[in-house]
């Protein structure tokens, strides 16, 4: 068996008491106010939907901001998994890999607008709710509406030959609104 298998076998969540668990000495992400919030909403919402991964001294590696939105709500029964065995190296790349590898992908936001499509409560942590109702446009809505967009009737058309043709029409464009006119 690896010693990656051996891990996994081994592995065993352990419930904390929020106020027993200690900050490490240098935490690499600095959690905003808006952010607590936001893990505050999502708590109450989903409950704690990740582990904290803690060492051997109970020093949380992993959930920093999490547990502290969690005690801020009164929330002290941490979902936990202890870490054993690892040096400080070991310890810091796993502070820092957790913290950077969930920054490193994007939104899909033609998924995203799919799911909002078809939600009717737009309350979901971490976003605005304003963006998201611009985002919840049904998609068959917008097709329609931009369906015209940028064509030009046969009556606009006809004006714009008939500026062209006259060697003396100048196009200008209006800086108020953006239309393009042709004096002559």
């Known amino acids: 068996m690896t010693k990656q298998e051996n891990a996994l076998n081994e592995m065993k969540v352990e419930y904390m ?38 060492d051997e001294d109970d020093v949380i590696l992993v959930g920093n901001g999490m547990v ?13 998994l202890r870490k054993t065995g690892m040096n400080q190296e070991e310890k810091y790349k796993l502070m820092l890999a957790d913290n950077r590898i969930y920054g490193l992908g994007h939104d899909d936001s033609v998924n995203i607008q799919h799911l909002l499509g078809e ?9 605005d709710s304003d963006v998201l109702e611009a985002l919840a446009v049904n998609v068959e809505d917008m097709e329609s509406t931009l369906e015209g967009y940028g064509s030009l009737d046969d009556e606009d058309v006809e004006k714009a030959n ?6 003396d029409a100048r196009n200008i464009i209006c800086p108020n609104c953006g239309e393009s006119i042709w004096i002559q």
């Not at 690499?28 to 909403?41: F, G, S, Y």
């Not at 709500?73 to 936990?80: R, T």
Request: proline share 5%; net charge positive.
């Open 119 to 127: 939600m009717e409560d737009l309350d979901v942590p971490g976003f």
């Open 17 to 54: 008491d929020a106020a027993k668990l200690k900050r490490p000495e240098r935490n690499v992400r600095i959690h905003t106010e808006l952010q607590l919030k936001e893990l505050e909403r999502s708590l109450k919402m989903f409950g704690q939907t990740r582990l904290a991964v803690i």
């Open 162 to 167: 008939k500026g062209n043709q006259n060697p």
């Open 68 to 80: 502290e939105a969690m005690m801020r709500i009164g929330m002290f029964d941490v979902a936990c």
